[in-house]
């Protein structure tokens, strides 16, 4: 491996139930490793600091702790890849992004690096429903590449050049337990009513540049179709789509309660959500 290759960073805050796969998964893989944690109060840091990784502390958001990581100037591998404490890399998923790093390292006309994942939901892994696989840019050339600011739904933005797409997949595990779940989606839900109606005012542009080509796609559909349906009903056909047309129920049992939770329940409670806020203007 090139010496100066790749930083992996992880934003963190009470992980200490993933922390560990997550850095036996790739720390291998990476010159340096660096651990944000939003001051968790939990075993997180003291977990992540039992290996070679350099860990910060920071209250700040998410998207700011990105910002001040990527303009602070610490990183000095010739790439970066964000991964997520519920993340895993596979042996043929990181050997992969090695050769894919080396391969472009000094091709300036390729900066970004396309992950793609599997997703497990209550010890399963979904295979259809159109939750697999799902790309995302995660990895790109230090310096190439920004995160948005938005309330919900951020990606990274390639300034320039072309993305390259994985192979093999990384996993994502999207479950602690139900109310974990349900919880972190009503925080989302209240965010995305916000995005739709901070969009829909004009207050804030709809961005497509620099996106990965299915999030561009996912983007262009959602706020010019999927918003333009009746509120309630959208949430209904997108579940219906999901579950029969992308065969979510293939994935049995569990693809059924993911289908009905992400794509019907947490869509209706954006609606909701949006309801009430034009609601208390009246």
Excluded at 50 to 69: S, T
Excluded at 165 to 184: A, G, R
Excluded at 193 to 214: C, P, R, T, V, W
Aim: glycine share 4%.
């Amino acid at each position: 491996m090139n010496v100066q290759l790749l930083s992996i960073v992880i934003l963190t805050y009470n992980e200490e139930n993933n922390i560990r796969d997550c850095l036996e998964s790739c720390i291998q893989y990476a010159d340096k490793v660096f651990v944000i944690d939003n001051y968790s109060t939990d075993n997180t840091v003291s977990i992540a600091s039992e290996y070679k990784v350099e860990v910060f502390q920071d209250e700040r958001l998410p998207r700011d702790r990105i910002k001040w990581i990527l303009e602070s100037g610490i990183i000095k591998t010739k790439w970066v890849l964000f991964i997520d404490a519920d993340e895993r890399m596979t042996k043929e998923s990181g050997n992969e992004l090695i050769e894919k790093c080396e391969k472009y390292a000094n091709d300036d006309s390729v900066n970004g690096i396309v992950v793609r994942y599997k997703l497990n939901f209550m010890g399963k892994d979904l295979c259809h429903g159109g939750f697999y696989p799902l790309c995302k840019l995660r990895a790109f050339k230090v310096g190439t590449a920004y995160y948005e600011t938005a309330e919900v739904d951020e990606h990274y933005v390639l300034k320039s050049g072309k993305m390259v797409y994985m192979k093999n997949d990384f996993l994502h595990y999207d479950y602690k337990d139900l109310k974990c779940w349900i919880d972190k989606h009503t925080i989302y839900a209240q965010r995305a009513a916000m995005d739709f109606i901070n969009k829909k005012s004009g207050n804030e542009k709809i961005n497509y540049q620099g996106l990965e080509f299915f999030a561009k796609i996912k983007r262009f559909v959602k706020y010019n179709i999927y918003y333009n349906l009746p509120a309630g009903f959208r949430a209904w056909t997108f579940y219906k789509y999901c579950y029969y047309i992308r065969l979510g129920f293939l994935d049995g049992r569990e693809g059924k309660i993911y289908a009905f939770l992400h794509s019907y329940w947490y869509r209706y409670l954006v609606d909701i959500f949006i309801y009430n806020k034009e609601y208390a203007r009246q």
